[in-house]
DNA sequence: ATAGTTATCTGACTTAGGTCAGATAAAATT
DNA sequence: AATTTTATCTGACCTAAGTCAGATAACTAT
């Protein structure tokens, strides 16, 4: 019916005209945008002046002014980087703080009144991750952590909670052989995340063995990431660490109730061998030379 | 991990510095933003100057200068509306409508760069879809139309496309009891569309009989629309119609492997009933006095 | 040491965008 | 018929935002 770039369009359409009232939080305060959004960049964590301005796209001229009329009001401090005088880094005082705990009480307030009209917001939630994840693709960034880490954990289990789901009689991970955390963790193995501006967005874990090989664990994508080719960028950045820890071989398992999964080890360079544990899990089994 | 405020607020950054750029086609031939707006609002369809105002949120003043700016270009030609000589309409000129065609053109270049950099944008449009389509909720529109239109056709393409994926051995119209357009258009009955900025969200049949009866047929929503009430709505509204052409007793057939329609009429009023036709598909049966 | 580059600041200037008070004419209400 | 309301227009005015040219000081490269 609508080709695609009408289809995006129409999004487009709709988000300007709903969500574009977000921006309208900036205002409310008594402050010009141009000075309130440079609260708000300083606030964020922005404290390069340099870096404000490249974000908000500002005339340095402008900016000037700008930080002048916000250290006037007493919110901000302006201070010459250490390492290079020419540059200035601008950091909130306590009552810069204040003022900008507003602005995001204010954005808050707005998100939630804009969510309130939604009985079971949690489908438009899922799609609304999904747009921000593909929008936001180039900012994905692979982090190494501890899989106790409140982002890892969370991977973990989403992870379990649709193997639960996919798999005939559920899963129980006390029957699996779940890997010890240590052994996901430099120098024996590790643990990656994937991050899109505050969410998880998938994980995979190297488990560290003394038989000869090390084993690929706990590839995870979320559904707001699928078909973007982050199982592959996740599994290439695992193959490299395990290549710099002088592992010479990965073995893995999987289910053949993931046809997803056998597919990708399948075409990504993986071979399919005999059983090699006793997990009553899984029903493939592949190793790949490194 | 992100509770549902900021996953919003997740969602609405992202898009506001990728989609916002969109706004910014807006700019590129020379002409302020708010002149622009304006021909891009009567280009749309609203030619009543006070539409334009209020969807712009514009002062009187203004939007005078800002029509006054557009006339002086030859872009638009501004006259008194015959039915209420206080009210004006502005229409664009040829050279109004090119200008307005090259707006058209620039939005959709945007548009295009943004959905190049996705190699399969089938699951983010759909995300898209169903985002845009919770937002404007609130402008849903339900059309009644010929069931040869073609948003008529569209939904029952989806529909029948649903079926033949969710039915055990498929799906094919020829062998059920495909009805005759003309059954579905007054005065032996009806077809609705649901609207939503271009998109069909929904339909639903009105199948006149000679049997004492009348039927529903075709309910279906759009994947973009569950959860959000439109078999409701679309069902209320198709019960009034069938009042009006004075038909008290409807009847439907529906299939168990479509458990939450088989629940939607179940909690709807419907009472079940034995089988009341010789289609192959149908397992159950539904009549509703009116 | 010299020349060039970079980050910021300052002052002068322009424009878009928006507000306000009143004017005008048509329509709606009493 | 008189009054009120509605839709638009006009002129005066203001501010945010942005541009530009040059100044200053610090850093980098030759």
Redesign the pocket.
């Known amino acids: 019916m609508l080709d695609d770039i009408s289809r995006f369009r129409r999004f487009s359409r709709a988000v300007t005209s709903e969500v574009g009232a977000l921006d309208t939080s900036f205002l409310g305060r008594g402050r010009?945008?141009?000075?309130a959004r440079v609260l708000n960049a300083i606030g964020h964590g922005r404290t390069?002046?340099?870096a404000v301005?490249a974000y908000l796209g500002?005339?340095?001229?402008?900016?000037?002014?700008l930080?002048?009329g916000l250290e006037d009001e007493k919110l901000i401090k302006?201070t010459t980087d250490p390492d290079?005088?020419?540059?200035?880094r601008a950091t909130l005082t306590a009552r810069g703080q204040k003022e900008f705990q507003a602005y995001e009480h204010l954005s808050d307030g707005r998100a939630q009144d804009l969510l309130v009209k939604y009985p079971h917001p949690e489908t438009l939630l899922e799609a609304m991750d999904l747009v921000a994840s593909a929008l936001g693709r180039e900012k994905w960034i692979l982090e190494e952590c501890d899989p106790r880490d409140p982002a890892a954990r969370y991977c973990l289990e989403e992870y379990y909670g649709e193997l639960n789901r996919r798999f005939d009689g559920g899963f129980d991970v006390s029957l699996s052989c779940d890997p010890d955390a240590t052994d996901m963790i430099r120098p024996r193995g590790c643990f990656l995340v994937a991050m899109s501006d505050g969410l998880p967005l998938g994980c995979v874990g190297l488990k560290g063995t003394d038989k000869g090989y090390a084993e690929i664990k706990r590839l995870w994508v979320s559904p707001a990431a699928r078909g973007m080719g982050l199982a592959r960028r996740l599994m290439a950045e695992v193959e490299d660490i395990a290549r710099d820890l002088n592992i010479d071989l990965l073995r893995l398992d999987t289910n053949s109730a993931l046809p997803e999964a056998v597919r990708f080890y399948q075409t990504g360079g993986w071979t399919e061998i005999d059983r090699f544990n006793d997990d009553p899990y899984p029903d493939f089994f592949f190793e790949k030379a490194l």
Chains 1, 2 share one sequence.
Do not use: C, I, N, Y
């Not at 010009?32 to 000075?35: C, E, I, K, T, Y």
């Not at 500002?58 to 002014?65: C, E, I, Q, V």
């Open positions: 010009p945008l141009g000075a390069d002046v340099a301005r500002l005339d340095s001229g402008l900016m000037s002014r930080l002048r302006v290079d005088a020419r540059k200035r």
